[in-house]
Every structure is written in C-alpha cells, then in structure tokens.
C-alpha cells in the first residue's frame, strides 16, 4: 500500500510556480503524445518510461566514463559519512561528443531548451550502497535557494537512465506511490518535480534502494525553469 499523502512542505514563496506550470503542461503533453513512452499508472505525480532509449553499446559507453569521474557522492546539506547517500558520483565531460548527442536527444524527447539542462551526472552503486529518501527539487526555505535561484531556478524535470541491470536490489522507489521502478539496461525515467499548481510536489520523494547483488550505473539529468547557470 502507498503511504498517504504528507503535510506540504513549508516552503518560503515560489518566484518560479507561473513558469513550472506552463512546462509541466508542455512537457507533460509532449510525453503523453508519444505513442512509444508510457505513462506509469499514478494519480499523484507524472512519470513516463521509455525502454531502450540507450544501445548496449552506448551503456558501456558512460559506464566507463563514470568509472574514470566517480567519487564519493555528496549533499548540500549532509556528508558522505552521513549514510544518507553512499554512491560514488561524478558529472561527465559536457563538451565530449558522444554525451552532447545524447543529452540533444534528451532535450528533443522532453521538448525542452538544452540550456536548461544541468550537467549529466553519472553515478555508481555498489553492494551496500544507496540513496536514501529524498526529492529533487529545492526547497525555497532553504539556505542554499537564493544561489539556485540565480542560476537556472527550481528544477522542473528530472530523466533519469539505467545503464546496468543489477541481479538484486537496487530499485527507484517512489513510496508515497506504491510504485517501484527496477534497474533495466538502456531504459529511460522521467518525472515531473512540481505538481500542476507548480509547486513541489512531496509525492515525488524517492529513494535508491541498497542494491543486493550488482552493481547499478545510472545517469541523471535535471532540468531547471530558465538557462542553468545564468543569473537572471
């Protein structure tokens, strides 16, 4: 069963909320018209899956490339030590030709503007190691809000990619939906971070579950309200 809803978070006022609206229904549209991505079946939040967006060659591809960058992950607001997140992570080469075709076809399928777009973050998990809950969007009350809000904004989408099946463990879990995503080689997931009033959406509080037997590799990119980067 999905736990219920929880209060809304306390968050200061959304500078953003008019903007994340007109995306949400954009990109949210653009997903449902595509006959080969589906819709995940939850009434809460918008998610959408794509099988085999990567070749198995493409895969391999950024798992060496995360393998050359990865350290130990980290959090605005908590250590490595912490527990709360023990992946080893690191951002890929923007510039490399091979990640800037990729992220175009991102950008394309969500029909959003490449500039937006945070840098690809690619990220490994070992036996043991996980994400614990979290969402990924900014909360507004927070110390570090005034320096993402000069530089891109809240984050609006997040398309993330497996690039390993892992033999046990290691699942996208999103428990306020009962909802469960397996790491599936080459498949795509994507949700939107706001709920259609744009505001954020707490029902996309997700984790990484520890994996059991494995090893998961996965990319990340989020995307932001207005060029990433870019005072206002």
């Known amino acids: 069963m999905a736990k219920s809803k929880p209060s809304p978070a306390k968050t200061a006022p959304n500078p953003d909320r008019a903007a994340l609206v007109r995306v949400g229904e954009r990109v949210g549209a653009r997903l449902s018209a595509d006959p080969a991505i589906a819709r995940i079946p ?3 939040a918008e998610l959408f ?3 085999g967006f990567l070749s198995p060659g493409e895969c391999d591809r950024f798992t060496a490339m995360i393998d050359s960058v990865a350290k ?3 959090l605005y607001s908590t250590s490595y030590d ?3 997140r023990t992946s080893y992570s690191g951002d890929v080469d923007p510039a490399d030709p091979f990640v800037r075709m990729v992220t175009r076809r991102l950008d394309d399928l969500l029909g959003l503007d490449g500039s937006w777009g945070e840098t690809v973050q690619g990220q490994r998990y070992e036996a043991g190691q996980e994400f614990k809950l979290h969402c990924d969007w900014f909360p507004t009350d927070s110390e570090y809000w005034a320096t993402e809000s000069n530089q891109g904004g809240q984050r609006s989408w997040t398309a993330m990619i497996y690039l390993s099946d892992v033999a046990e463990g290691g699942a996208t879990e999103f428990p306020y939906l009962d909802f469960s995503s397996w790491p599936q080689r080459g498949s795509l997931l994507v949700w939107n971070n706001m709920s259609p009033d ?3 959406n707490i029902m996309t509080l997700h984790a990484g579950n520890p994996v059991v037997r494995g090893t998961k590799y996965i990319i990340t990119k ?3 309200t207005r060029p990433w980067g870019v005072n206002p």
């Open 49 to 51: 899956t794509l099988p």
């Open 198 to 200: 744009g505001e954020p």
């Open 42 to 44: 939850v009434e809460q």
């Open 82 to 84: 912490s527990g709360a």
């Open 222 to 224: 989020w995307y932001r």
């Open 72 to 74: 130990p992950s980290t």
